[in-house]
């Protein structure tokens, strides 16, 4: 379904949306830059449904607040409660994938009375054992201090992305990694600012008492493939479903992070009976 996006400025804060009249709002969480088009290819589909609104986090105060994560956090998902407040929605569902989980996560908790339902494509998780997360983290600061952080941009692409895709939609990397250079700007962050945003996007900012609290219907959805072996992962996933009364976990196998860039039919044959039950 091919849809027009409009962008409307709401308090200095350019969103991206599609108003369907009579449709319930969804805004769709990422760290990625939205001139990256990383949600272009399930916006239509989400259309059918939803009015669709997306905005970037990385350029908003929360998103600067390096000192304390948490907080940072916590002023994100506010954001999302006046923008949606903003479009004349009360009540909104949202949809977080990878680091947009976070951002997620706490509009549910802190908002409860707002958030009508919760997809977490990917969520992060702090695990008992971290040993092989943070010894990628390493991996990662290697390659971002590179002088060719391009290779690091490579990497991040292809690591999200199944073999067999890659082998045969090279071209489809080239044109992720040139949008991700040019419109991503945490790709051309200071090394120790990016490696301590991915270090905190691993680390529990929710507390077990707080997920319980959560009463929004939640998909959680992870993908199997981590070959950055610093997640998310299927296990970071079962741990974050298992905190959150009426949520329920699918695995997507053969497929990792950038499951919807590389199958975004498949996502929606997954995520589409949720979400008939939560517009019905």
């Known amino acids: 379904m091919t849809v027009e996006k409009e ?7 350019p969103v991206n949306m599609t108003r369907q009249e009579g449709k319930p709002l969804i805004i769709l969480t990422r760290m990625a830059s939205q001139a990256m088009g990383i949600w272009d290819t399930i916006w239509g ?5 939803f009015t669709v609104a997306n905005f970037d986090l990385q350029g908003l105060p929360g998103a600067r607040r390096r000192d304390a994560p948490g907080e940072g956090f916590r002023m994100l998902a506010e954001n999302c409660v006046q923008v949606a407040a903003f479009l004349g ?4 569902h949202i949809f977080g994938w990878n680091g947009g989980t976070q951002i997620a996560m706490r509009c549910a908790v802190n908002f409860a009375d707002h958030i009508q339902s919760c997809i977490l494509l990917d969520p992060f998780f702090e695990l008992a054992d971290m040993r092989k997360v943070n010894k990628a983290i390493e991996f990662k600061r290697v390659l971002f201090e590179h002088p060719q952080r391009e290779l690091y941009a490579y990497y991040w692409v292809m690591a999200g992305l199944s073999s067999g895709f890659i ?3 090279f071209d489809q990397v080239e044109k992720m990694v040139a949008a991700r250079m040019k419109g991503d ?3 051309k962050t200071d090394p120790d600012v990016f490696i301590n945003w991915v270090r905190a996007l691993r680390r529990n900012w929710i507390t077990d008492e707080e997920f319980g609290r959560i009463r929004a219907p939640t998909l959680v959805m992870a993908t199997e493939l981590d070959n950055w072996h610093a997640g998310p992962s299927v296990s970071m996933a079962r741990e974050v479903c298992d905190r959150i009364p009426n949520a329920e976990l699918q695995i997507i196998e053969g497929f990792g992070g950038h499951f919807l860039v590389e199958d975004p039919a498949k996502f929606m044959e ?6 008939r039950s939560i517009v019905a």
């Open 7 to 13: 962008v409307i400025n709401i308090d200095g804060i």
């Open 45 to 49: 589909d989400f259309a059918r449904y």
């Open 89 to 92: 929605f009360e009540k909104f």
């Open 167 to 169: 082998g045969q939609h």
């Open 185 to 187: 700007k945490f790709v």
């Open 270 to 275: 997954i995520a589409e009976p949720f979400i």
